[in-house]
């Protein structure tokens, strides 16, 4: 396996554009994670799937975020609109059952001008 | 807000040397995992030490866990420039029957040859 893919590696868009994160999971995964990670604030979980139903997405920052999983191989984050603050890299990284490790992809650098 | 904190935030030591970091986290777990992070790259599973378990070792890794002070502590044996890198450690909880993996702030460490 590929491990976890994520697209694409960099994003550089305009305040008030849309983004569209992408993973791709490891086959045979249940889990799905999204994470955001930036100097201030550290590694911070966004949302996590478990067989592609969203079970907390209490680490969404605002309305703005939205995630979605509408098969076992493919998830998105969108942001929209943008903002400056929304400027980090975010990973995706699953795991195939409770107790396990989980495994990363090599992330998304988002910055937002 | 993060469940783990990493203590201490940075430790740079010379090679040869033990390398001891501690987390400490707030509420009841189903395991606890280490995770190391190379610069501009995705996290990597280093160990997993269950809540039923007390220590645990690796190769050059050795982990404790006592849940009875909520803390645990990663030790690398005979420290080597390789090992240069940031060091997270995360907790497993069962939330609405699945489980969150959370995430602390992370250790920089530096060996210094």
């Known amino acids: 396996d590929a491990g976890v893919i994520q697209s694409p590696r960099h994003e550089v868009t305009e305040m008030g554009q849309e983004v569209t994160l992408r993973c791709k999971p490891i086959s045979g995964h249940d889990y799905l994670f999204w994470y955001r990670q930036t100097m201030m604030r550290g590694l911070e979980l966004l949302i996590y799937f478990n067989n592609n139903v969203p079970i907390d997405d209490s680490g969404m920052p605002e309305d703005r975020f939205s995630a979605k999983m509408p098969n076992a191989s493919f998830s998105t984050l969108k942001i929209q609109p943008s903002e400056p603050r929304d400027s980090a890299v975010y990973f995706c990284?699953?795991?195939?059952?409770?107790?396990?490790?989980?495994?990363f992809g090599q992330g998304t650098r988002l910055t937002v001008v | 807000s993060q469940q783990g904190e990493e203590d201490p935030q940075a430790l740079s030591i010379q090679e040869g040397e033990n390398a001891t970091m501690n987390c400490s986290y707030k509420?009841?777990?189903?395991?606890l995992q280490w995770y190391r992070q190379n610069s501009g790259r995705g996290l990597v599973h280093l160990i997993l030490?269950?809540?039923?378990?007390r220590e645990k070792h690796s190769g050059r890794l050795r982990v404790t866990l006592d849940t009875s002070k909520k803390s645990s502590s990663l030790l690398i044996t005979a420290s080597r420039a390789a090992d240069t890198a940031s060091y997270f450690c995360a907790t497993a909880s069962l939330i609405q029957g699945a489980q969150k993996l959370v995430f602390g702030q992370g250790t920089r460490l530096t060996i210094n040859p």
């Open positions: 509420t009841s777990i189903n395991n």
């Open positions: 030490i269950r809540s039923n378990e």
């Open positions: 990284a699953s795991r195939d059952r409770e107790g396990t490790e989980a495994f």
